[in-house]
């Protein structure tokens, strides 16, 4: 396994993504969640032989669906059956799909915040009632699933759960007996539990992510757009575990069957089959940039506050030793020219801190942290 150093932040620059468009040229973008390494080369060649062959028709859902199973089974041990694998565009479409059919309109959907931005909107969007269940916070900075909010929220009359496991914000991985509990807690009250599992090709090294599907009944969303950063080309799937899933599973239309891109499904399944080693060098390179961040932030910035992420490249920063605000990303910008998420967009929870991508070279990493200590310096 290899880090990867060869991240060009000129040739980034030409890059026409929202990371790369959203600010002026004098900022460094660390806030969506995009990594800056190169694309996998089994996925750049799957994708140039699928153009020299003009393979730009309509995806065969089939083909997704076994290439799934098999990863499935390869990287978690987890038998899915292809009848209950539907692929989608994306996870966000997928959330939207499942709080449709667990939820009419007017009921609720828990969610636990602090939590991906998304989880708000679309419960709302689809005119669902988000019911917060927040996640508990130990005195170490540490967050965890909390059942009483999340019993608390279904006594109110929430219809679903989503889960955002392996989570984002804060790189938390709930354990399996926390998910099994989330489990028991959703049966007793006839709710579906869905859970984004985005970010679990992601776990880091030294750490464990329990699927969902291993421990109790629902609908699961994976994709292989951050691992392999290919959200651009829209290919995710949604799957069922147990009756309860099997049953909303039947609520997906077919014309969402066909929306996922032929590009999308094409990179995915080269992904999935072939970019092993590849992913590997990525997590070696994100494990050398947690302990990079951590190493720079205790000796230049010690009043800012942090727990390592477990699973992917987003590092939670408690900035409200600093005292920059509800909203401290807007002051990273202003003085330090670099641009994180912003936390209050995570919830109520999320005022004070913010959001630091760290899925770059070690040296950029090296650069945001500076920035960051520009941004604390007297003016």
């Known amino acids: 396994m290899a880090i990867l150093q060869d991240v060009d932040l000129e040739r980034l620059r030409q890059r026409t993504s929202e990371k790369w468009r959203a600010y002026p040229p004098d900022v460094l973008p660390s806030f969506v969640a995009e990594m800056d390494f190169g694309l996998a080369p089994v996925v750049r060649d799957a994708l140039s032989a699928a153009v020299a ?41 997928g959330l939207g799909w499942a709080v449709q059919i667990a939820a009419a309109r007017g009921e609720g959907v828990a969610i636990t915040p602090p939590v991906y931005p998304p989880f708000f909107s679309t419960v709302r969007q689809h005119e669902r009632v988000v019911v917060e269940a927040p996640m508990s ?7 965890a699933l909390d059942l009483h909010t999340l019993e608390a929220a279904l006594q109110r009359g929430a219809r679903a759960i989503l889960l955002c496991s392996p989570h984002n914000p804060t790189g938390t991985l709930p354990s399996r007996d926390e998910l099994a509990a989330v489990a028991a807690l959703a049966e007793r009250h006839g709710a579906l539990v869905v859970s984004d599992e985005i970010w679990a090709p992601l776990t880091l090294p030294g750490e464990t992510h329990v699927p969902f599907a291993s421990v109790g009944d629902g609908l699961t969303l994976m994709s292989a757009s951050k691992a392999f950063n290919l959200a651009g080309l829209k290919c995710a799937v949604l799957f069922a575990h147990g009756e309860a899933g099997r049953r909303a599973l039947r609520g997906i239309p077919m014309e969402a069957r066909w929306a996922t891109g032929q590009l999308g499904a094409t990179a995915t399944l080269a992904a999935w089959r072939q970019g092993e080693a590849w992913l590997a060098d990525v997590l070696e390179t994100l ?26 490249y987003l590092g939670w920063l408690d900035c409200r030793a600093l005292e920059l605000g509800d909203d401290p990303a807007r002051v990273f910008l202003e003085r330090g020219r670099v641009a994180l998420s912003r936390g209050p967009t995570f919830g109520a929870e999320g005022r004070g801190f913010a959001r630091v991508n760290l899925g770059t070279s070690p040296a950029l990493v090296e650069e945001i942290v500076r920035r960051l200590g520009l941004s604390l310096s007297p003016v």
Do not use: K, M
């Not at 910035?301 to 477990?310: G, H, Y």
């Open 53 to 93: 062959l003009d393979d730009c028709g309509y995806i065969h859902p089939q083909r997704v669906a076994e290439a799934f199973v098999d990863y499935a089974a390869r990287r978690w041990g987890l038998r899915v059956a292809a009848e209950d694998v539907v692929p989608l565009p994306d996870v966000v479409t």
């Open 137 to 143: 916070r130990s005195p170490q900075g540490v967050y």
């Open 287 to 312: 494990d050398h940039n947690r302990r990079s961040f951590e190493r720079l932030r205790a000796e230049h910035l010690p009043a800012l506050r942090w727990v390592a992420p477990r699973a992917g």
